[in-house]
């Protein structure tokens, strides 16, 4: 469950960027939240202990796992004293919360789009978003037509609310998508 290396360099550079007033990205990454207290990655022991029994309790415990293992293997290859683990795990949140995976040249990768990370989740979306090699881009074009002033909502994909509270922090009233384990001893 450890990060692709694409999804690596963006949590590594929003971290070293953070710390760079003089960067011509602060401005975007100053504008992330300072903690992500409602994420259930950062619950509390006593929070994370309501979610027992539930399908979302083992996910963030491998999460946590995961990202532990992450911050261990780049802190044995790089300089990370500027950094503490809480510093990598909030980078990481803002990175996979607002990242838009894409294909450049037929190259699949993934890229921060800042205002396009401000739409929210709905299905079925007003928008349609690719990178255009062409005009050497990020594009979005509605799918339908959106009035001024009307709030644009794009998709974050079919999950199950487990997964929409992990990764987003949002839950979807009577989503078609949930998941229940039972496990049965025969």
């Given at each position: 469950m450890s990060m692709n290396q694409e999804t690596m360099s963006l949590v590594m550079f929003v971290m070293t960027e953070s710390k760079n007033e003089f960067s011509r990205f602060h401005a975007y990454i100053s504008g992330f939240p300072k903690s992500f207290d409602e994420y259930p990655t950062c619950f509390s022991d006593t929070e994370l202990e309501m979610l027992k029994g539930s399908p979302l309790h083992q996910m963030v415990l491998a999460t946590r796992n995961a990202l532990k293992h992450d911050f261990d293997l780049l802190s044995k290859s790089l300089d990370m004293k500027e950094y503490c683990y809480q510093d990598f795990v909030n980078a990481k949140i803002a990175v996979s919360s607002r990242i838009f995976g894409i294909n450049i040249k037929g190259v699949a990768t993934v890229a921060m789009v800042p205002y396009a990370d401000m739409f929210n989740h709905n299905r079925p979306c007003q928008t349609k978003w690719y990178f255009d090699d062409n005009l050497k881009g990020f594009c979005i074009k509605a799918t339908e037509?959106?009035?001024?002033?009307?709030?644009?909502?794009?998709?974050?994909?079919?999950?199950s609310n487990a997964e929409f509270f992990r990764n987003y922090g949002f839950l979807i009233p009577e989503n078609e998508r949930n998941t229940y384990a039972i496990r049965i001893k025969l």
């Open positions: 037509e959106i009035k001024r002033g009307d709030q644009i909502y794009d998709t974050y994909g079919l999950k």
